[in-house]
């Protein structure tokens, strides 16, 4: 199997890429996140998924190994193909489609185009136990306050914090005391702002 390509940005597109290798170029299909990751350099390197199928071979290209681990995962769920997984990664960043699945945040996954409520409850159901094993994951700590964490980040965002520097501010602040209210979050948080 292919898991990495290093080779000259041939050609740049929102779904994929053409990078030349040894003088022959391969069409790496990418998501989003990959794409807003590559800089117009001239020299990258993909980590890679290459999909077999009876009537093709797909390279799948992903920025980061986090990233392509949790492609992985996705396509290993029934009624999850390919596709949509790398629409699932288009539409979040991997962090918070691993979050999500971490803390029953069926919403979320819900919220991306072409996942309905059953399909995203199989996502969770499938993949929540690998996730929380493999990230290492406290599941109590991702399950409890979920929601006034979320509507504390996006209160925060709207005062203007970026959402990583909340992110990293909220989630101390839940994990030394996970059952305050969201006013209390919000507080605490802008104390450390």
Same mark, same amino acid.
């Given at each position: 199997m292919i898991t990495q390509i290093s080779g000259r940005l041939i050609?740049?597109?929102? #779904?994929?890429?053409?990078?030349?290798?040894?003088?022959?170029?391969?069409?790496?299909?990418?998501?989003?996140? #990959?794409?807003?990751?590559?800089?117009?350099?001239?020299?990258?390197?993909?980590? #890679?998924?290459?999909?077999?199928?009876? !009537?093709?071979?797909?390279?799948?290209?992903?920025? !980061?190994?986090?990233?392509?681990e949790i492609f992985r995962l996705l396509i290993s769920v029934s009624g999850i193909g390919a596709s949509t997984a790398r629409t699932m990664l288009s539409s979040l960043e991997p962090l918070q489609v691993r979050d999500a699945i971490a803390s029953n945040d069926v919403a979320t996954i819900q919220s991306i185009k072409g996942i309905g409520a059953k399909t995203a409850q199989r996502v969770i159901i499938d993949l929540k136990d690998k996730i929380v094993k493999i990230y290492n994951i406290d599941e109590i700590l991702t399950s409890v306050n979920n929601t006034y964490k979320g509507e504390?980040?996006?209160a925060l965002e709207v005062l203007g914090f970026s959402r990583k520097q909340a992110e990293k501010v909220v989630d101390k602040i839940v994990k030394t005391d996970p059952n305050l209210s969201v006013e209390d979050i919000i507080k605490n948080a802008l104390k450390n702002l």
């Open positions: 050609e740049k597109n929102p #779904t994929d890429v053409v990078v030349e290798c040894n003088g022959v170029g391969y069409e790496v299909h990418i998501s989003l996140y #990959t794409y807003s990751k590559i800089i117009s350099d001239e020299n990258i390197k993909l980590y #890679t998924h290459l999909l077999i199928r009876e !009537d093709s071979h797909t390279l799948f290209g992903f920025f !980061d190994k986090g990233e392509r504390a980040l996006s």
